[in-house]
Nanobody, 125 residues
Framework: VQLQASGGGLVQAGGSLRLSCAAS????????MGWFRQAPGKEREFVAA????????YYTDSVKGRFTISRDNTKNTVYLQMASLKPEDTAVYYC???????????????????WGQGTQVTVSS
């Protein structure tokens, strides 16, 4: 599976961005697709995930109510709509694919076999 992330950029606090992650090479219809982020000097952290089959979504507490993860079956693409952005959301955002769909593990980067290249999100105060 190849993942291509896009949509990052520079935005003011309170603004919005939409990240996209296009999957190719293999069907991901049975996968969990996740978004992670990594700020300078920090570990990679879970942001959100969606179970491709059924569409169940999962979020870390700090983004609940502000971020929305979704998928488009026709485009084989996962989105992360980010609103009310804060300076602490600044990070490189990565999309990832987990073929095992063990829901208790989806918050851990080690559960994901495939990763996109990352896209920078910078939120200015």
């Amino acid at each position: 599976v190849q993942l291509q992330a896009s949509g990052g950029g520079l935005v003011q606090a309170g603004g919005s961005l939409r990240l996209s992650c296009a999957a190719s090479g293999r069907t991901v219809s049975s996968y969990v697709m996740g978004w992670f982020r990594q700020a300078p000097g920090k570990e990679r952290e879970f942001v959100a995930a969606v179970r491709w089959s059924g569409g169940s979504t999962y979020y870390t507490d700090s983004v609940k109510g502000r971020f929305t993860i979704s998928r488009d079956n026709t485009k084989n693409t996962v989105y992360l709509q980010m609103a009310s952005l804060k300076p602490e959301d600044t990070a490189v955002y990565y999309c990832a694919a987990d073929p095992r769909t063990i829901l208790t593990m989806i918050r851990f980067p080690s559960s994901y076999d495939y990763w996109g290249q990352g896209t920078q999100v910078t939120v200015s105060s």
